[in-house]
Structure formats: C-alpha cells, structure tokens
C-alpha cells in the first residue's frame, strides 16, 4: 500500500467506522455465535501472495462483525465503559503513523515529555496532592501510562516488595532472600479486584483477603487488626490495596481510616486502585470520594474506562519514583544515553520495555473536551444511573443493592438468586442487551452500566422496558410451570446457554465467583491461631485464619493453582462435573460448555482447566516445599502433597 491508496483506503476506513458506530443500534448487542465460529469461516493458512483491500473489507463485515461484542453499542450495559471516541481514535492514529517506541526520553523525547506533562495535567484536574505530580517543584513522585490496572498495581507490588526485602535484608543480613519473601504479606479486601490475587501469585507473595462492612467498604480497624495478628505470627505485612468504586458494585473502600491506620506502618505501600471511579474525580463535586489520598503511596485510574479515551491508557501515579523504579531499573550498555540522570526513562516504571506513543491520545482528549466537556460526560452518565435507579424502585418487585454514587447501578429481583440468574441469562440471550453479574453481601445482583458514550434516557428507559417484559414473563412462567417441569427444563436451557453465551460472559472479574470458597464460608471462630487450611472441592488452597475481630478472612498462597488438585483430580476424570478450578473461576460466570468434545478440541479463547493440566506427579518432578519458619504456607503445602500427589502441569502446548 503506498501513500496514495493509504489517503484513499484511510478514508473509506474512517468512513467504515462512522457508519459502524452510526448504526451500531441496528445490531445484536451481543453475538450469537458458538466458540470456534470463526475458524470454519477463515483459511487456516496466511495467504501466500497479497489480497485484494476490497475482499479484507468484505471480510470484516461478514465475517468479523458477526462475531464482535459491540461494546459502544447503547444496549451495552457490561462490566464498565471501555473508552471510545473520536479524538482518542485519532490520537492513536498519529501515534501508529509516528510509530516510535519510546522506552527511554532519548528513543524519543516527545513521547516521554508529552506523557509526563499529560499526566500531571490529568493528576491535577483529579485533585491528586501535589507529591505526585512529576513537574512539580520539590516533588519526588510523577505519572506513568500502563497497559492495564492490573499491571498498575502489579507495579506497585513490585516496588513494595522490593522496598520490603531491602527492609529485611538490612535487619538481617544473613537470611536468605527467599526466606524473606515467604514472611511478605499485602491486604486486599474481599471485594477488590482479582487482578490483585494475582499480583499476588506473581510477586511469589501471601495476600490476605478482608471481609469488608456491609456497604462492601474495607474499614482501617479490619487492616490494622489483621496485620497486628500477622505480625504475632511472624509475617511482614509490606502491601495494602485499597479500591475505590470496585468491580462489584461500585463501593469505596474506607480510605481515611485505612491510612490512618497505616501511619504506624511507614514502611507498608498504600496503593490505591479507582479504575473505573477516578475518572470522575475530575468533577469537584466528585472529589470526596477521593479523601484520604494524601496517605496513598500511589493511585491508579483508566481513562480507558471512563474518560473518553480508547484503551489501553491506565495512569498510575507515584508518590516516590525511585522506590517504584528501583525495582524495575536494568540498565545495558545500549540503552544508556547521554542525559539518563536529567530525564525520565519510562522503561523503568513498567514491565515492557517498548512503549507506545499513548499519551498522545489523552492529550487530544484532554484538549478536545476540556475538563469541563469530560466534566459533563460523567455528569450525563451519571444521571442516567440515577434514573435507571428510580425506575428500579418504582417497581416493588425489584430491588436496588447498591448505593448509586457513580454510573453503577445493582439490582435484583427479589426473589432467589436462581430467579436472577434465569432473569439475567434470557435477557442476554435474546441480544438486545448485555448485562453482567455480580455478588454483593452474599447474594447474586445484576449490574446496570451506563456505558455508550451518547447514551439517552431514551436508552435507559428501553433497557427497563426489556427487562421488565422478561420479568413478567419469567414470573409468570415461575408461577405457572409444575416444579419437576422448570427442573427439566431449566437444566436443559441452562446446558443451551452455556453454551451459546460462554464465548462472551466469561469476562466477568468478580472476586467472589473468582473465589467460592469466601461464599461458603462460616462465621469464623475466635483464636489467634492459624488453623489448618480450609480444603472444598472446587476450591483453592487458602489458609482461613481465625480471627479476634468480627470479620472473617483468608489468606491466599502464591502457588495455589498448582496444588489445587482436588478439583483438578475431578476434573480431569470427569469433564462433567462442572467445577473448574479456582484459578480458572473468573473466566467462568454461571455458563460454560460441559461437553467432552469441546473439552480437547482446542476450541474457544479461554484457557479451560482440562486444556492446562492433565494428571501426572507434581511431586516427584518439583521440589517446592518452602520453609518451615512461614508456617501458613508450610501447613497447606504438606497437607495438599499428601492429598493429591498426582497433579503435573503439561508439557506440551494446547494452551491458550
Ligand atoms: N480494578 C478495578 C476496580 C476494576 O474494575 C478493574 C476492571 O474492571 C480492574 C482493576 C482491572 O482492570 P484492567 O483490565 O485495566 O486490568
């Protein structure tokens, strides 16, 4: 393609994209296509000579589209937004057209000063304190665009991990590094984020799992407490990641007092995640739900999410860049450049090495809105939350389970979680709009994004409509269907389902069907002692402690995927029985295809437990047994070799 087809080919592609984004209503919100659709619909070899642009586009649209989840689409009410909009396109065109890689400021100085500049823009208009921002004078801290949350705060627990282990070695130069690490603990409430769990299993680290208060906030008395008890038993508590406005159902974390609390603990990293919910600090009105930030280490939002810009944009910013770097810096010879010690080498502050020209397209958003223009998107979606909420409650039927602060709204009907799952599951079946579950206090809720970027009230007021119409229905049939019959058949509808819709709710990233065992369990018992690991079918190695204060909690072990063998066992004899292990739960709402077929076949773009593991002797090829000083992990890992000896990751290479 030389420049003059790219003017003309660019031009039909913007044209494309205007009339997809135009008529985006005229389409299924949601595909209906089985997993694997796509291979029988395309060559299984790369054409050997080139193809015709005509015929690529025809593709797209035939054969493509059909399988898309349209995520701007005003029936998409899912997960949270995913940024979208005209200048952000753009924005990210120029950077692909510049095509530079801008690792260190010499790679490319713009690309590293633009985004040091953005980002002090964007933390100011937040509100975040002044410490964080890069140009200000005195300040050690400043911003960086990641990827994803996930790898904000895997960044972060890289660097207090790093600080903690420097902490110890000084304190005692003689033991072992490794030793050390195994003594590491961080803190997450129950209702953050998975991707913490699993900067957890990446960081080789313990994470202890908070019960929060029934408005699904994490209080700082629980944090202090569960560290004061951690401590007695020889841990090192070096982490704590708080959320603000979680996956679930929007909540905060108590921030003020999780801070205060922190402040015996200076050497523990705060680490604030507002993925979704930061976004919306840049309103004044917004800000207090920003409090307590001044005790933050670091804070992280994507305005991927919510801010109008296309992913992948998250922002993280630091209070301190040495200590985030410091754990990052390698240094070869033919990375250095003349001016490293006057300025700023992003490649420092992440996991990659090459960088994209992101900031660019923040920036054409920050100057094409301007504060005030994002100001009013967030307003706007915010108020079609609150309408959504009214025309909930106007119905006594439904039930609202959230407090709506931002453009989340949780609901249910009241009535089982049985009759919520079936509500949920035929209206994303009938693709006229997209809903995703969650579990708020124990019990299954839906959750209703405002999400499309235009979105009217007219929209808001269809969704009720639609679901009010399936809620009658169901209602009715639930009324009027003999018991045996509905058993029958919503088995047999639930098997269809499952398989129809897994290709596309997989998604979810629910902490608590990521981790049934905090559903099932009790009231805890009152001792200090760490008692012997919670063990359920279907569930993870996680060591529940009892505790002295009012809340339950469980610590999860870095390796607990691996030792996971009683589901891992079951599952790999019997594909039916429905319970994949822990690991695997958030990839896995209420659907998923049972049948053995599938099972091997490679089909499908999620990995399943039965492609990942098959069934060997872990234990004969690993010798894994940590030290017997971290008492916790020492009890799990002897119980578990004892009780499933047969588990062996394999070796050869269907997974996805
Ligand atoms: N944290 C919170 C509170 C989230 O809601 C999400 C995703 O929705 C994440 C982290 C993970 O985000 P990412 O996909 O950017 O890793």
Not at 95 to 109: L, T, V
Not at 381 to 408: Q, W
Not at 623 to 632: D, F, H, S, T, V
């Amino acid at each position: 393609m030389d420049s003059a087809e790219f003017r003309k080919r660019g031009m039909q592609m913007v044209e494309y994209i205007c009339n997809y984004l135009e008529s985006l209503s005229n389409r299924r919100v949601t595909p209906s296509v089985e997993p694997g659709y796509l291979r029988h619909l395309l060559p299984s070899e790369a054409p050997q000579e080139p193809e015709n642009w005509d015929d690529i586009m025809n593709d797209v649209e035939e054969k493509i589209m059909p399988g898309v989840t349209h995520w701007q689409h005003p029936r998409f009410h899912a997960y949270f937004p995913a940024g979208n909009s005209f200048p952000s396109i753009l924005g990210d065109m120029l950077g692909d057209g510049i095509g530079c890689i801008g690792f260190s400021w010499a790679a490319s100085p713009a690309c590293t000063e633009l985004e040091t500049i953005v980002l002090d823009w964007l933390g100011k208009a937040i509100g975040l304190p002044d410490h964080f921002l890069a140009l200000k004078e005195g300040s050690t801290g400043g911003g960086v665009i990641q990827t994803s949350a996930s790898e904000c705060i895997l960044v972060t627990m890289l660097a207090a991990r790093a600080q903690a282990l420097k902490r110890l070695k000084s304190q005692y130069p003689f033991v072992e590094e490794g030793h050390l690490l195994s003594k590491l603990i961080a803190y997450c409430s129950k209702e953050a984020h998975s991707c913490v769990e699993k900067a957890a299993m990446i960081c080789f680290v313990k994470l202890r799992i908070l019960e929060p208060d029934d408005n699904a906030s994490l209080r700082g008395k629980t944090v202090a407490e569960a560290m004061e008890e951690d401590e007695l038993q020889g841990l090192v508590p070096f982490f704590v990641s708080t959320t603000l406005g979680t996956t679930g159902s929007c909540a905060f974390d108590n921030l003020p007092e999780i801070g205060k609390q922190l402040q015996k603990y200076s050497y523990v990293w705060l680490h604030v995640d507002a993925a979704y919910a930061g976004n919306s600090f840049i309103c004044p009105e917004l800000k207090p739900l920003l409090k307590g930030i001044e005790y933050a280490d670091s804070f992280n939002t994507n305005p991927n999410k919510w801010l109008l810009t296309n992913f992948d944009c998250s922002t993280l910013w630091v209070r301190d860049r040495i200590r985030l770097t410091s754990a990052l810096v390698v240094d070869p010879l033919y990375l250095k450049h003349g001016y490293s010690d006057a300025a700023i080498d992003y490649r420092h502050w992440g996991v990659p090495l090459s960088r994209r020209f992101r900031s660019l397209k923040l920036w054409f958003v920050l100057r094409s809105y301007g504060i005030s223009g994002l100001q009013h998107y967030i307003r706007h979606h915010i108020k079609l939350a609150k309408l959504f909420e009214e025309l909930v409650l106007k119905d006594n039927r439904f039930e609202i389970c959230n407090e709506v602060k931002l453009g989340l709204v949780c609901f249910r009907l009241k009535g089982t979680d049985k009759l919520n799952e079936k509500l949920l599951s035929i209206i994303n079946e009938s693709g006229k709009l997209h809903m995703v579950p969650a579990s708020v206090n124990e019990r299954y809720i839906i959750r209703f994004c405002a999400v499309a970027q235009n979105a009217k009230s007219e929209d808001i007021e269809y969704a009720w409509d639609t679901i009010v119409d399936f809620a009658n229905e169901l209602l009715e049939k639930e009324q009027h269907d003999d018991i045996s019959e509905i058993a029958i058949s919503r088995k047999k509808q639930q098997d269809i389902l499952a398989q129809k819709r897994s290709f596309f709710v997989r998604m979810v990233s629910d902490p608590k069907i990521y981790n049934p065992a905090i559903n099932k369990a009790g009231t805890p018992k009152l001792s200090m002692e760490l008692v012997s690991p919670v063990v359920s079918r279907g569930s993870a190695p996680i060591i529940r402690t009892q505790s002295s204060v009012d809340h339950n909690s469980w610590i999860s072990w870095p390796l607990a995927f691996l030792f996971n063998s009683n589901s891992i066992g079951s599952s790999s004899t019997n594909s039916n029985s429905g319970n994949p292990p822990l690991r695997f739960r958030h990839l896995d709402t209420n659907v998923r295809p049972h049948s053995a077929s599938r099972r091997n076949s490679g089909a499908g773009s999620s990995p399943s437990p039965e492609n990942e593991f098959v069934t060997g002797n872990i234990s004969s090829n690993l010798n894994l047994i940590p030290n017997n000083n971290a008492q916790p992990t020492s009890t799990v890992h002897h119980q578990k070799q004892e009780q499933q000896p047969h588990l062996r990751k394999k070796s050869h290479g269907n997974e996805n």
